[in-house]
């Protein structure tokens, strides 16, 4: 059985399949929110990752019901512990 590639379809330079490990490579060193499963966020500048999903993190802030918590300089987040890694595009004052 062979796997067919998606395309984008966009117009110039259009793009193949992007998987989430492009994602992840791509986000590295770029400012991101890691929600933990206990309902905790923490958010900083991505170091780095592994396939375990293990996390590294710079000028990090944890947040707790929304409200800032306490900052650390460096975090190390254990993958099992990980709900979910987004990018950041909006701010507090935008709810979130």
Known sequence: ???????TGGEKGSTT??????????IRGRPV?????????YRGILACLDGYMNIAMEQTEE???GQLKNK???AF??????LYISTTKRTLADGA
């Open 1 to 7: 059985m062979q796997k067919k590639k998606m395309s």
């Open 17 to 26: 399949t992007k998987t989430p490990a492009d994602f992840l490579k791509s």
């Open 33 to 41: 929110v890691v929600k933990l499963n206990s309902g905790v966020d």
């Open 63 to 65: 947040y707790v019901n």
């Open 72 to 74: 650390y300089g460096d």
């Open 77 to 82: 987040i254990r993958g099992n512990n990980v």
